[in-house]
């Protein structure tokens, strides 16, 4: 880790535990629009494709956009309720950023609910930089969001690490051609993770640290 410049982080499964907010908007939407609430554990395996394909299976295409604006009017409420930071995040990023490190976001969460997220749980003032699919052409696991960022710092991909929770985020950091460290706190199951055959997997965020 010695030439590791910059280190960008996923946000939900890796920093922050969203995954309550996001089943309470998930299954607003779904009585709102008369359909079938779902479990927990079928809503967590939909996260990190972004919120529209969270709910795409279970939604008709001509209600695509009402179902949309209900999850985000309600979201943007129960993110302030329901989220929290996973243990030691706080502690980590002081610790990298005080070490002089570049601290990004690549998130495939819409820009304005990653903002929220991040002034919420007090972790604005540690970014340098955040990328949101809204952002970008392509959302994870395309590598257009790691290559953007690591091209915005004019660095080598040498230079960058990313890390994420899901085996999507090993595939963008593969095609991106960055060391990828996974943590296994997120939707992606240890069998999905080790398939894609990330730099590095650990069972918390807060064991990032030990490698710094």
Sequence with gaps: MKNIKLIIF????????????????????????????????????????????????????????????????????????????????????????????????????????????LKHLGLSGFFNYVLCADQSKHSKPHPEMLNRIVKRFALKKSQALYVGDMAIDAQAGRRAKINTIIVTSGSSSKSEIRREQPFKIIPAIGDLAELF
């Design 10 to 117: 996923d946000l939900d499964g890796t920093l922050i535990d969203a995954y309550s907010a996001i089943e309470k908007s998930f299954n607003y939407l779904m009585r709102n629009l008369g359909l079938r609430t779902q479990s927990s554990n079928t809503i967590r395996r939909l996260v990190g494709w972004g919120d529209v394909n969270l709910f795409k299976p279970y939604v008709l295409p001509k209600d695509l956009k009402r179902a949309l604006k209900l999850y985000r009017s309600h979201h943007k409420h129960s993110l302030l309720k329901y989220s929290h930071l996973y243990p030691q995040v706080r502690t980590l990023l002081r610790r990298l950023k005080n070490k002089g490190y570049k601290l990004a976001v690549a998130s495939n969460r819409p820009s304005k609910f990653s903002r929220i997220l």
